[in-house]
């Protein structure tokens, strides 16, 4: 029986996946417990509302490392500094060289990441522009 060591850890994995599931459940039950109990003052001042019609808000997933909006000001404040078309990388640079950061390579990945998004949501909001797409991107401010 040359398969009894992944058979443990099978069971072992499968019941640390279970034990997992069992506290996201607790957590459930005791979110909706708890999303309860505005519905009854709710009722107190208006009885004919239904709570359940009340469209959810997405909660927000700010980034560990920029607090909100940090991101596209830092942005814009180099950009203004280098009067000059930049790219992604050396922008990423800058930006954790401000915070004092020292990411590890995931860390970076994601630093990179969000503000990929935030070029994004600057062009879209017609601040700056694309000028290069391949090989690398460029961005400037719009003048």
Same mark, same amino acid.
């Given at each position: 029986?040359? +398969?009894?060591? $992944?058979?443990?850890?099978? !069971?072992? !994995? ?7 599931? #069992?506290? @996201? *459940?607790?957590? $459930?039950? *005791? ?19 239904? =709570? ?19 991101? =596209? &000001?830092?942005?814009?404040? %180099?950009? /203004? ?5 930049? #790219? @992604?990388?050396?922008?990423?640079? %800058? ?12 860390? #970076?990945? &994601?630093?990179?990441? +969000? ?5 994004? #949501?600057?062009?879209? /909001?017609? @601040? ?6 391949? =090989? ?5 401010? $719009?003048?």
């Amino acid at each position: 029986m040359g +398969n009894t060591f $992944v058979i443990s850890g099978l !069971k072992q !994995k499968r019941a640390r996946i279970d034990g997992e599931l #069992r506290a @996201l *459940q607790r957590s $459930v039950v *005791q979110r909706t417990e708890e999303r309860n109990m505005p519905d009854s003052g709710i009722h107190m001042f208006e009885p004919d509302c239904n =709570p359940d019609m009340i469209a959810p808000i997405r909660p927000g997933s700010h980034g560990l490392f920029f607090s909100y909006r940090e991101i =596209p &000001r830092l942005m814009l404040d %180099y950009m /203004r500094k280098a009067a000059k078309p930049i #790219r @992604l990388e050396p922008l990423t640079e %800058y930006m954790i060289a401000a915070k004092g950061l020292t990411p590890d390579e995931c860390a #970076r990945k &994601r630093i990179r990441h +969000n503000i990929r998004q935030a070029l994004t #949501r600057l062009e879209q /909001r017609g @601040l700056i522009r694309r000028i290069l797409e391949e =090989p690398d991107m460029w961005w400037e401010l $719009v003048p």
